[in-house]
């Protein structure tokens, strides 16, 4: 059974910085995806990034390239995403989320329901 916890949300200024971490357990397959989304008070869940367990395919939502990075390290079964220049707009809960298995990242596959395992967010909230 795949297990996600994620940690690191917490209160930052605008043009702030943040690191959010997701600790995946329970993987029988190599091939797996993990995706980043938040959920703002009132507005749908969105999809802002994913990675696959290799690495080697990655996607940004437009909203957020060039601010988030996202990586992996798979000796600690951690999964990764880096906010810089943070702004008001990215105030809201973040999800990481497994999809079994996948090989590539798209904007195709960033909705919700794509992806079966979930962890139980972590808040961030963009304000002085």
């Known amino acids: 059974q795949v297990q996600l916890v994620e940690s690191g949300g917490g209160l930052v200024q605008p043009g702030g910085s943040l690191t959010l971490s997701c600790a995946a357990s329970?993987?029988?397959?190599?091939?797996?995806?993990i995706g980043w989304f938040r959920q703002a008070p009132g507005k749908e869940r969105e999809g802002v990034s994913c990675?696959?367990?290799?690495?080697?395919?990655?996607y940004y939502a437009d909203s957020v390239k060039g601010r988030f990075t996202i990586s992996l390290d798979n000796t600690k079964n951690m999964i990764y995403l880096h906010i810089n220049s943070l702004k008001p707009a990215d105030t809201a809960v973040y999800y990481c989320?497994?999809?079994?298995?996948?090989?590539?990242?798209?904007?195709?596959?960033?909705?919700?329901?794509?992806?079966?395992?979930w962890g139980q967010g972590t808040q961030v909230t963009v304000s002085t």
């Open positions: 990675i696959t367990s290799t690495g080697h395919s990655t």
């Open positions: 989320a497994a999809d079994v298995p996948r090989l590539q990242c798209a904007k195709e596959i960033m909705t919700p329901s794509n992806f079966w395992s």
């Open positions: 329970g993987f029988r397959s190599g091939y797996y995806a």
